[in-house]
């Protein structure tokens, strides 16, 4: 879906107009942009099927957004965004990847302090001019100086999140050409790694010399929609970089070739090192052509047969990470990975009560489509109060609502529960922002820490614990705080998190869109006997599709279907 894309260069573009002077037009790119990104539908098909007309019927898009939407779908590209780069002197791109600089800021600092890029930038702060700018001051500094610390960490990696559909489109377009037998990705997409360096395409057909095939194969790869780059293109490698500066490789393989050419692509490189050594203590030879015994080709088309071959189960790909996954497969005692079908239901989104842009009922809904049994309401408490958090009164005018609902299903005889949960603020003492009597109506408590990051280790511990305590407790929501690609994680003792987890039953969370409790603390929480639960932390129906990057991250963890308490 161009969706995506298409909402991106809307922001861009409203981002460049707020470096200019024109009020009103800013926002009105913005809002379309937001309402792209939540559309459910293809917008190329809603194009397709009803023109500029169709579009227009899109929230916020009116005549003008239209015909750029329609160049884009037509041209690839929006000519208005090159000119506006072109009359902005600022690295508009690059300034906005910073957390917490959008349109405006970027402007002030333009005017004010003259800064363009993020070297101006930096310059500056070490200079310790941003903190007396009207409106900025020491602490928005000090962010400012971490979120660019952070971008140059994670420079050049992509998150899944953002690529996997794109993968999944493009896959397809391989499937439809005639003569290809196997189509898949390989590298960190396929072992769904949460962040992707470049993506490994893999394709095998019957007879390699085919020149014909090859030649089609090659040219449909390089000439995909979102190719901005040919970096090569070969007989039996291409690569491309696409349009958001994505790399991309295909490689192309004879069938009798396939097995172990995607046991080699998909790595990690650690692992088949790993792998590579057994063969040798067995005599034999592996890499990408195959498995090999005295020059001999004895294995190659199926993964299966290789590591069959070698002694040991077939192994997830999210488990290839070169850790004690090969040692289980040798005792046959790999985890039989929990699957997106086992979740039964998510204890953690949003309503329009807070944050959350649908309604409780809408929200609901979209769980029964997705065949879900439950759907746990976890809007926010009092303390955040940029997000109107709910507090004791609304609480209980909220499951008046949940109640209706609940009856309204069992009339039409649909077997689907709504619960009240809440994401209760831990506030900095540990104390929660709801009291016990209220707390004691909802069907669970769900607490998280929203607040106050920057405390000592010790004292965000206590401040954690002391919260846990509470017995009526049930989830301890993003336990570490960190954001993936936005935030780090918050100076806290995190054993000691999960033992206070076991010993007062509180699952843990896994988080889908913020990849807090990575997949090494996820395995070491499971391996001390605590639970876990697998919430997208859905703000809009859409994002509670979003369960299965955390499915991935569990099972990256090793994690069971008895792990996990939504399962
Ligand atoms: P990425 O792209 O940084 O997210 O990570 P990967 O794992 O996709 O790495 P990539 O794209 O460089 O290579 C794909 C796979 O190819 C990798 O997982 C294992 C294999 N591979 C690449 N280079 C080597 C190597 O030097 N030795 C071995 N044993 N395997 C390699
Ligand atoms: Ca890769
Ligand atoms: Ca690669
Ligand atoms: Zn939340």
């Known amino acids: 879906m161009k969706n995506q894309e298409i909402a991106q260069i809307l922001f861009e573009i409203g981002e460049f107009l707020e470096l200019g002077e ?27 099927e009803r023109g500029i007309k169709g579009l227009k019927e899109i929230p916020a898009v009116g005549e003008s957004i239209a015909l750029k939407i329609e160049e884009y779908l037509k041209t690839g590209k929006i000519k208005y965004i090159e000119e506006l780069k072109k009359i902005t002197p600022v690295d508009v791109d690059e300034l906005t990847k910073i957390e917490g600089l959008g349109g405006k800021r970027i402007k002030r600092l333009y005017k004010e302090l003259g800064i363009k890029t993020i070297k101006d930038l930096e310059r500056a702060i070490e200079e310790h001019k941003i903190a007396s700018l009207f409106g900025f001051g020491e602490k928005m500094e000090a962010n400012i100086t971490e979120a660019i610390k952070f971008l140059k960490k994670s420079k050049g990696r992509f998150l899944l999140r953002n690529v996997l559909d794109d993968v999944y489109r493009i896959e397809n377009i391989f499937k439809k050409i005639k003569g290809v037998e196997k189509v898949s990705v390989a590298g960190s997409a396929r072992r769904r790694k949460e962040t992707i360096g470049d993506i490994d395409f893999l394709i095998a057909i019957r007879d390699t010399s085919d020149k014909y095939l090859v030649e089609k194969i090659m040219n449909t790869f390089v000439g995909m929609d979102e190719v901005i780059k040919i970096v090569n293109k070969g007989e039996t490698k291409s690569s491309i970089k696409t349009r958001q500066g994505l790399d991309m490789d295909l490689r192309l393989v004879s069938l009798s070739s396939f097995g172990s050419a995607l046991q080699y692509f998909t790595g990690s490189k650690e692992h088949n090192i790993a792998l590579r050594r057994i063969a040798i203590r067995k005599g034999l030879k592996l890499n990408e052509y195959g498995l090999f015994k005295n020059n001999r080709k004895i294995k190659g088309e199926t993964e299966e047969e290789i590591y069959e071959r070698l002694g040991m189960d077939w192994i997830y790909p999210e488990l290839r990470e070169g850790e004690e996954e090969i040692e289980l497969a040798q005792k046959h005692q790999l985890p039989k990975l929990i699957e997106l079908n086992n979740i039964k239901g998510d204890f953690h989104c949003h309503s329009n009560w807070n944050g959350g842009e649908n309604s409780i009922k809408e929200m609901t809904e979209k769980a029964i489509s997705l065949g879900y049994e439950f759907l746990g309401i976890t809007d926010h408490t009092q303390s955040l109060k940029i997000e109107n958090g709910l507090n004791e009164k609304r609480l209980i005018e909220q499951r008046k609502e949940i109640n209706s609902i609940n009856e309204e299903l069992k009339k039409q005889g649909i077997n689907f529960k709504v619960l009240q949960g809440s994401e209760v603020d831990i506030l900095k003492n540990g104390t929660l922002d709801i009291d016990n009597k209220t707390l004691k109506t909802l069907d669970y408590v769900s607490i998280s820490v929203h607040s106050n990051f920057k405390m000592d280790r010790e004292s965000m511990t206590n401040r954690i614990i002391k919260a846990m305590e509470n017995s009526y407790v049930k989830i ?16 806290v003792d995190i054993e000691k998190i999960i ?69």
């Open 476 to 491: 301890l929501n993003h336990p570490t705080g960190m954001i993936l690609g936005k935030r780090d994680s918050y100076e």
């Open 499 to 567: 033992k206070k987890a076991k010993e007062k039953n509180i699952a843990l969370e896994i988080n889908s869109y913020r990849f807090d409790l990575n997949y090494q603390l996820a395995r070491k929480a499971k391996e001390m006997g605590v639970k876990l639960v697998i919430g997208s932390d859905a703000h809009n129906t859409k994002e509670l599709e979003d369960m299965r990057f955390g499915v991935f991250q569990a099972r990256r963890a090793g994690l069971e279907k008895k792990n996990i308490i939504n399962c």
């Open 22 to 48: 024109i009020p009103f037009k800013p926002q009105a790119y913005q809002q379309a942009a937001v309402a792209i990104d939540n559309l459910e539908e293809d917008i190329s098909k809603i194009y397709k």
